[in-house]
């Protein structure tokens, strides 16, 4: 698949909670097919901390707009500047990287999305995704409170979707793993969020047979596995998250 | 036209950028944004005897300007090499040079005895800030002694242009070159990472696996830039600059600073498509100056 080094103009700035925007950024030029689960590498301007790109997943894509969408959470200066972007700016982009989730052949099958945090971007697209083959799929979204969760309209508009909080405030009170909802026969899971989260659905996804995809956000640096800087420790050695990955099978991973 | 071709010993290279080991994989990775065979050539990740898992997982941390990495020379070895990843790059215009490593003298020696056998790499770049495995760990760059005994081992072996990359972690890097100059070496190659390390104060952990790790990109330039100059002046081979290299006129400065030809690193992480912006910006920089040949420019300092 070629990639692409791209100026994607700010088209839109979504404040969707207290810590995340959504970017929809447009761009002159057709964008290369970009799948669910694959990333952008972002170039940060004008921050003397960050020299390097920051991965961010696709969290949507129209080929036919030329226009794709990331959801962006504040953490340090370089998503800072992500998220202080204005409507006409532009954006260094490479794209698109790594593998991304499995597609499914034939339906027939149910799908689980399980997500927490910012880890629920990519969900999004693969939900659509799903949607548009007519695929039976149920989210399921993690927060530790129901202000913490984003877009709830639009996740909701493409199908079921079950919450959990920490605090009660939404859905049923606790993790993820422990929602009623997976008592229900589900055939694949794909995951996405925090690590100990990811750990714990693999866990649930093993014992039960199910089989599962988890999406890695191991720290990068050239996005092209090209300097190795990435990698997770797998069963066939360390292999590169940028390239071989974000999406791993919970059977290729040590997990 | 303005003539941009450099010679390193016995290599001819278009013009005089190449990149730098470990930052630009095989090449092939960012054939979507570099035509290769506009470059002088490229130099191949760090190859190893025998294959290599590298250091655990985290093994990069960003620094100010610039990162630090403790890859710790992944690879498979320098028969997959042959076998897989040679026969896509033969068949390239431009100069291939594969990066050796090794943990003693024999495993060197071994590994460029099996890349002189492939016709289409002219050249290697003997990596020495490898530790000496068998001598208490100490890299063998970092004592002239040492250095030029790995250096003559090789030059024994290796026929072709061996170009040696020199460890910046030293008292006195002349010295060194000096010492690898009269060992054989074509070129010298310089600089490598500068040892570094990064903590986590909130973790109260060091970031890397390792602890600690070699520094590069643009917060390296200056002694970079620095230690180039002062081997410039010390050796008759040519050298090659490396260290924080990520525009045209970082390029340029290097060369006034008397190296023949750069190696770009990671820069590439940042704009992939650098290399070639540098093989322009040299060219049109001739051109402005009403030079005729990059000749002018090599060590054409003023000061
Ligand atoms: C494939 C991939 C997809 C990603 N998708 C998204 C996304 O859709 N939306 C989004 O907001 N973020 C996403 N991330 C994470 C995002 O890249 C990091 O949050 C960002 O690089 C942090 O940059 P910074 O300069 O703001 O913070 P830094 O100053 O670099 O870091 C701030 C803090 O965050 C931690 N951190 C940095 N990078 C990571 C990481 N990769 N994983 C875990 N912790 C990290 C640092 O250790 C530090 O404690 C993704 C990461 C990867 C690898
Ligand atoms: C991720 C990474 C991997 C590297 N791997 C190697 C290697 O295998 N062999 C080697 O000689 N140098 C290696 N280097 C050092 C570079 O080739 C170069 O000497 C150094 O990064 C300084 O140049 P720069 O500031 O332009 O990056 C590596 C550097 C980085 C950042
Ligand atoms: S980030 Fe460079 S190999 Fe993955």
């Given at each position: ?73 504040v953490?340090g ?51 659509q ?28 508009a493409?199908?079921?979707v ?17 929602h ?40 990068m ?24 990955g ?10 | ?145 040492s ?6 081992a ?24 000096r ?16 040892l ?42 040519p050298v090659?600059?490396?260290?924080g ?22 820069a ?32 054409a300092?003023?000061?």
């Open positions: 698949m070629k990639k692409v080094l791209v100026d994607l103009t700010v088209k839109e700035v979504l404040h969707v909670n207290a810590n995340c925007v959504l970017l929809v950024m447009h761009s002159e030029e057709p964008l290369p097919m970009t799948l669910p689960g694959q990333f952008a590498e972002l170039r940060v301007d004008n921050t003397p901390s960050v020299v390097l790109r920051r991965p961010i997943s696709v969290h949507s894509f129209d080929a036919e707009k030329n226009e794709i969408g990331f959801l962006v959470q953490v200066d370089g998503t800072r500047w992500l998220a202080s972007l204005k409507e006409g700016d532009k954006v260094n982009t490479l794209m698109p990287l790594g593998n991304g989730f499995t597609m499914p052949e034939k339906s027939g099958k149910r799908y689980l999305l399980v997500g927490g945090g910012v880890g629920s971007a990519p969900l999004y697209y693969l939900a995704e799903l949607k548009e083959i007519g695929c039976d799929f149920a989210l399921l979204i993690g927060a530790r409170s129901a202000k913490d969760l984003y877009r709830r309209d639009a996740y909701e493409l199908g079921r079950e919450y959990t909080t920490e605090d009660g405030s939404l859905g049923e009170r606790g993790y993820v793993t422990n009623s909802m997976l008592a229900e026969k589900f055939d694949r899971i794909y995951t996405c969020g925090p690590k100990p989260m990811m750990l714990a659905v693999a866990k649930y996804a093993r014992e039960n047979g199910i089989e599962c995809e988890v999406s890695l956000e191991n720290k640096a050239c996005g092209l596995g090209a300097c190795l800087c990435c990698v997770e420790d797998t069963k066939e050695g360390h292999r590169c998250v940028c390239t071989d974000p999406v791993f099978s919970i059977d290729e991973l040590k997990w | 036209m303005v003539k941009t071709n450099v010679k390193i010993g016995g290599l001819e290279l278009k013009n005089p950028v190449l990149t730098a080991s470990g930052t630009f994989g095989y090449g092939l990775e960012f054939a979507d944004f570099v035509d290769l065979n506009k470059l002088g050539g490229f130099i191949v990740k760090g190859t190893t005897l025998n294959h290599r898992e590298g250091n655990a997982y985290p093994r990069s941390a960003e620094t100010p300007m610039g990162m630090l990495n403790a890859v710790g020379l992944q690879n498979k070895g320098v028969d997959y090499f042959a076998q897989n990843i040679y026969p896509q790059l033969k068949d390239l215009d431009t100069n291939v040079i594969v990066n050796v490593s090794g943990a003693c003298i024999e495993d060197y020696v071994a590994c460029a005895e099996k890349v002189a056998a492939l016709d289409k790499i002219p050249a290697i770049e003997l990596n020495i800030s490898c530790p000496n495995v068998k001598q208490g760990g100490m890299a063998f760059g970092v004592m002239p002694a250095a030029a005994e790995v250096v003559s090789v030059r024994k072996a290796y026929p072709k242009t061996l170009i040696v990359k020199l460890s910046p972690n030293v008292t006195d890097i002349a010295e060194i070159a010492a690898v100059e009269g060992a054989g070496a074509d070129s010298v190659s310089l600089i490598n990472t500068l570094g390390m990064a903590i986590d104060s909130e973790k109260r952990r060091p970031i890397l696996s390792t602890i600690t790790g070699g520094m590069s990109g643009p917060a390296v330039k200056p002694i970079a830039l620095r230690m180039v100059w002062q081997v410039a002046k010390a050796v008759k081979i090659v600059g490396i260290g290299i990520t525009n045209g006129a970082d390029a340029v400065e290097f060369l006034l600073a008397g190296a023949s030809a750069i190696e770009v690193g990671t590439n992480f940042m704009n992939p498509a650098v290399t070639g912006e540098i093989v322009d910006y040299i060219e049109n920089y001739l051109v402005r100056h009403n030079m005729s040949s990059v000749d002018e420019l090599i060590g300092l003023q000061v």
